[in-house]
């Protein structure tokens, strides 16, 4: 069956660059996407990218996306304070309108 | 707009007792998921509902019930409760896939439930 896996914590220091990694077993994966946690909070689309394309880059942020191992990172340059929070790695088939998230990964950012 | 809302924000129960949860979701959004989060389990699907019909389904015992109304506000339904059944439950509705190919979730703050 389908599968997200992801570590479930980074700890890094204030102005250094995270990388949160997650595997995924569905080959046919379209859309993978990264969600935001803030404490107290819904999740927030923070960034998404196709199955066809191997990087992605938003100001701070770096999607990698190795399609043959199956295998998505997200990394978050001179990482801040306000960066701390749980970040969820989800995939979504071509056919499917529900992603399956991974269990999240708590972002710990220390001065 | 308005972001997907849901009510009660926060409550407590006791167990054997049931709860209903409520979600408005974002104006013109006609899909709305409903998932469970707990610590150790992380982001679990329970329901999607479209147009007033369940769409797709998650791996829940029949305890875990939802509806949609023809507004596309949805409701769901937890009877006999347990204490497992305490968690972060969210709500996310998406737009016509017409209007995007992303299928981004929009997620309201959530209801968290405690179970005594």
């Known amino acids: 069956g389908e599968d997200v896996e992801q570590s479930l914590f980074l700890s890094v220091r204030e102005g250094d660059s995270s990388v949160i990694n997650c595997t995924y077993t569905d080959s046919s994966s379209t859309y993978l996407y990264w969600y935001k946690q803030e404490p107290g909070a819904g999740l927030q689309l923070l960034t998404y990218i196709f199955s066809n394309m191997d990087m992605k880059q938003d100001q701070r942020l770096t999607v990698l996306l190795n399609k043959k191992d199956k295998h998505l990172s997200l990394r978050i340059a001179d990482t801040q304070t306000g960066d701390s929070a749980i970040y969820f790695c989800a995939e979504r088939g071509p056919r499917s309108y529900i992603p399956t998230f991974g269990r999240g990964t708590s972002l710990i950012v220390h001065p | 707009k ?76 937890v009877s006999t409760l347990e204490l497992g059944d305490s968690a972060l439950y969210l709500c996310a509705s998406s737009p016509p896939r017409v209007e995007t190919n992303t299928g981004e979730l929009f997620f309201g703050e959530g209801s968290r439930l405690t179970v005594l």
């Open chain 2, 2 to 77: 308005a972001g997907v809302t849901q009510t009660p924000r926060y409550l407590i129960k006791t167990r054997g007792q049931q709860v209903t949860l409520s979600c408005s979701p974002i104006s013109g959004h006609r899909s709305v998921s409903w998932y469970q989060q707990t610590p150790g389990q992380g982001l679990q699907f329970l329901f999607e509902y479209f147009s007033e019909t369940q769409r797709n389904k998650g791996n829940f015992p029949g305890r875990f019930s939802g509806r949609q109304f023809s507004n596309s506000r949805s409701e769901m339904n």
